[in-house]
């Protein structure tokens, strides 16, 4: 094993997977020679690949998201990069309408092997244009995978199946995740879609978190340990496909559920699983199941009120408090 | 031209130099939260359009904003407090840097998603022309933005409506670390205007009075009722794109060649050589402007910042 960064994590995926299939090929804005990416994920890599498999845009998120679906109806495999999750609103219909329907839409002639990586997330106090979390919207959308990383190892393990698969995957990413360290194998590996990580076990309350909130849920868990309180922190890692199975057996082990996620607390993630658990586990519920989340508003610059409407341990301890 | 006219403009080219430089230099010692854009080396931009315009007219901004906003009349403690994160900020502490506004002023705010304040200066042209007045709406925006869709789609309607729209190109020539040449073959942006059946114009942004006299037609032919004109302002950005950008894809001869265009220095050195102005009244503006500044810094430091769960409020009307 060796330590590296998310950064470095999904970096090294992008090396892999061009060398392993001259298909696949990068675009976005300020990918290439000159800046590397606004987070740096693609260090380095128009120098080692050249331009024209990493491939400078204009400011033109539509495009950048159409060409790549036009791209991957017709034989490559290409990585768009998203700079901010916020602009993925500008190539909303390339998404849900093209992307995600062409496969089913024209009878199953044709495959979207295509990948959007886009960071989303609050915390750095660049306000309500560059700082939301948009998950839940591509869950919505019948047709795409959506997957949202909170470690390197997942990272890493998760882009590699992304750009293999068929389908059109929206490749969550977290912009305070890109410096975190965590441990990777030295051999090749990837991770299945579909396949929820136990981040800590525990028998009392299940947190099922994702992305930065995992690292949050885990620090709470941390902290109520010395309440003598047993916290289970559950990643699902991909939101679509959901391992609804981890989730669900979990709840009926620990009889209590809080969702832990950063987006608008209404018809988000943390929505969609408490009905699955409310479908599925609900007699093994034994208080109501609690959602921390963004409390349904923009994002707001000044630092006292970005921290007031992000999640963090605090707000998670409470949550678990509140229930049990 | 005027005498006072121009010695205002020089006035507040300066105000939004030291304004900037007050900005980084709050920066530094952390009182500006997440990042900032400056304008610095742009400033015969916004001030050469905005004195153009009147109180009730209309700018759009952008993420590179605190120029505009100044330049149309902002008050200078307001813009502060609100990029250092305070409530007595114009937006209460909610936009910061990139989301500067003052609906009282015309500054309909800075949008920080490139290119989408087009079709928003669009739809303030088609208000004007909907309620009959003679006001104009401005769009600010840089050449990175100019790739987007909203510049096609919104340029074209407000051409085929006759709105009284000046859409105003800062081509800074980067958008972050790419060129302009990388992302378009044609040499000027102005150059499209004829894809829309309207006039452009490309002109040395970094001269005021040039700044000003182009904005003048496009201002005249806005309130005469006969559409639309795409201003293309050529100048550079003094500093990187932000923050902790070292804005190492320039070179330095182009750097160097730039700065010494500084739209500042060069109106300065016109205005004595001229003689229209002695140092004398320009060493007594610079002090004032540099009172002003400090006093916004001061004015901003000094707030408070708002309560967490103000947070929640003004989501809805
Ligand atoms: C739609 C959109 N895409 C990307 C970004 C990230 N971004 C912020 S500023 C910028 C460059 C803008 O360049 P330009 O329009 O030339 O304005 P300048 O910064 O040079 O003033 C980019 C790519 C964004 N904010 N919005
Ligand atoms: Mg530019």
């Known amino acids: 094993m060796r330590e590296i960064t998310y950064r470095d994590a999904l970096r090294e995926a992008l090396i892999e997977e061009m060398q392993r299939d001259k298909t696949v090929f990068l675009l976005g804005e300020d990918i290439g020679l000159y800046w590397e990416g606004a987070f740096k994920v693609t260090k380095e890599l128009a120098k080692r690949f050249g331009v024209e498999r990493v491939r400078d845009t204009p400011i033109s998120e539509s495009a950048i998201v159409g060409a790549a679906v036009g791209a991957a109806i017709t034989g490559m495999r290409p990585v768009a990069e998203i700079m901010f999750g916020d602009l993925v609103t500008l190539a909303m219909d390339q998404i849900v309408n093209q992307a995600a329907k062409i496969h089913y839409m024209f009878g199953g002639q044709a495959n979207v092997p295509l990948v959007i990586r886009t960071p989303f997330g609050g915390g750095v106090n660049i306000a309500a244009h560059h700082s939301q979390s948009l998950e839940a919207w591509f869950m919505h959308t019948p047709g795409l995978y959506v997957a949202t990383p909170s470690t390197p190892y997942d990272a890493k393990g998760l882009l590699k199946t992304a750009i293999r698969n068929d389908n059109p995957v929206v490749f969550c990413e977290h912009k305070l995740l890109y410096p975190i360290k965590g441990l990777i194998p030295e051999e090749e590996f990837t991770i299945p879609f579909g396949s929820a990580d136990i981040k800590r076990e525990g028998a009392d309350v299940t947190i099922v978190a994702t992305m930065f909130m995992v690292h949050e849920a885990l620090k709470a868990a941390e902290t109520l340990e010395k309440d003598n309180l047993s916290v289970e922190v559950v990643d699902p890692r991909t939101l679509i496909p959901l391992d609804k199975e981890a989730i669900v057996s979990s709840v009926k082990k620990t009889g209590h559920l809080i969702v832990v996620t950063e987006d608008c607390k209404t018809a988000g993630v943390g929505a969609e699983i408490a009905a699955i658990v409310a479908e599925e586990a609900i007699d093994y519920l034994d208080a109501p199941i609690r959602r921390v989340a963004e409390p349904d508003t923009p994002i707001p610059f000044s630092p006292t009120l970005e921290k007031f409407v992000i999640p963090n341990e605090e707000s998670i301890i409470k949550a678990v408090k509140e229930i049990v | ?317």
């Open chain 2, 1 to 317: 031209m005027d005498t006072e006219k121009v010695a205002e403009m020089y006035r507040k080219m300066l105000e939004i130099r030291l304004f900037e430089e007050k900005v980084f230099e709050l920066y530094g010692q952390n009182l500006v939260p997440g990042t900032i854009h400056l304008y610095a080396g742009e400033e015969a931009v916004a001030v050469g359009v905005c004195s153009n315009l009147r109180k009730d007219d209309y700018i759009v901004s952008t993420h590179r904003g605190h120029g505009h906003c100044i330049a149309k009349g902002a008050n200078l403690d307001k813009t502060m407090a609100e990029i250092l994160g305070r409530r007595t900020g114009y937006c209460g502490g909610k936009g910061g840097s990139m989301h500067i506004a003052d609906f009282s002023i015309g500054v309909l705010g800075a949008t920080a998603v490139v290119g989408a304040g087009i079709p928003i200066a669009t739809g303030a042209g088609l208000s004007i022309k909907l309620r009959g007045t003679d006001q104009v709406a401005v769009c600010f925006f840089g050449d990175g933005a100019s790739n987007q869709g909203t510049f096609h789609e919104g340029i074209n309607l407000a051409a085929i409506w006759k709105l009284p729209v000046i859409f105003v190109c800062e081509n800074n020539l980067y958008a972050m670390g790419t060129r302009q040449t990388q992302v378009m073959l044609t040499k000027n942006v102005a150059e499209r205007a004829c894809a829309y059946g309207i006039p452009g114009v490309t002109i040395d942004g970094n001269d005021v009075l040039a700044v000003f006299q182009a904005t003048k037609e496009a201002v005249l032919r806005a309130r005469r009722g006969e559409g639309p004109t795409l201003v293309e302002c050529k100048t550079y950005r003094h500093k990187g794109h932000s923050r902790f950008d070292p804005a190492t894809y320039r070179p330095k001869e182009e750097v160097e060649e730039w700065l010494s265009k500084d739209p500042i220095t060069r109106l300065k050195r016109q205005l004595l050589q001229e003689g229209t102005i002695s140092n004398a009244v320009l060493a007594e503006m610079e002090k004032e402007v540099t009172e002003s500044v400090e006093a916004a810094a001061q004015f901003a430091k000094k707030s408070s910042f708002p309560l967490p769960g103000t947070a929640l409020e003004g989501v809805y009307v």
